[in-house]
């Protein structure tokens, strides 16, 4: 076996020590947040979940997460009003967040893309295996 400063046996990888990235997964489907735990926690993600966004600008502002997953259709406040929200925080400024809707309003979606900077919206239901994917990719290009 031959060891050299590329080899597999001697590289470390630094997720193997760092903390699990917190992901917040804003749904008001209990259904859905079943679904998501599982399929987030099996990828070594700590997962938050929410019901609604009905909080104040401070809560936002103090969240410890690393990327959100949001419903544009939630109770009581607009999905998209929750991404202005986190990007108006300085640790959700430039956080990866998804969109996942029933709604086909485009005009709704242009606004993810144009004024939430999200990195992409999914129609439900989801495709958990895209989702995590694009999730997982997002968060690496992110990490030193």
């Given at each position: ?7 597999l ?7 193997a020590?760092a ?8 749904d ?19 997962v938050l ?8 600008d401070s ?10 997953i949001?419903d544009?259709?939630?109770?009581g ?9 986190l ?33 992409f919206?999914m ?22």
């Open positions: 076996m031959i060891f050299g400063r590329n080899s046996s001697t590289r470390m990888d630094h997720r020590f903390k699990p990235k917190r992901i917040l997964v804003l008001d489907d209990p259904i859905l947040r079943m679904v998501a735990e599982p399929a987030l926690k099996v990828l070594g993600y700590d979940l929410m019901a609604d966004g009905l909080h104040d809560f936002f502002a103090n969240l410890k997460v690393d990327s959100a949001v544009l259709g939630l109770p406040i607009s999905g998209l009003d929750v991404i202005a929200k990007r108006a925080s300085e640790r959700g400024r430039d956080m990866p967040i998804f969109v996942i809707t029933g709604s086909r309003d485009t005009g709704d979606i242009n606004t993810c893309y144009e004024d939430g900077n999200v990195l919206v129609s439900k239901p989801v495709d958990w295996t895209f989702l995590t994917e694009q999730l997982q990719l997002a968060l690496e290009a992110r990490c030193p």
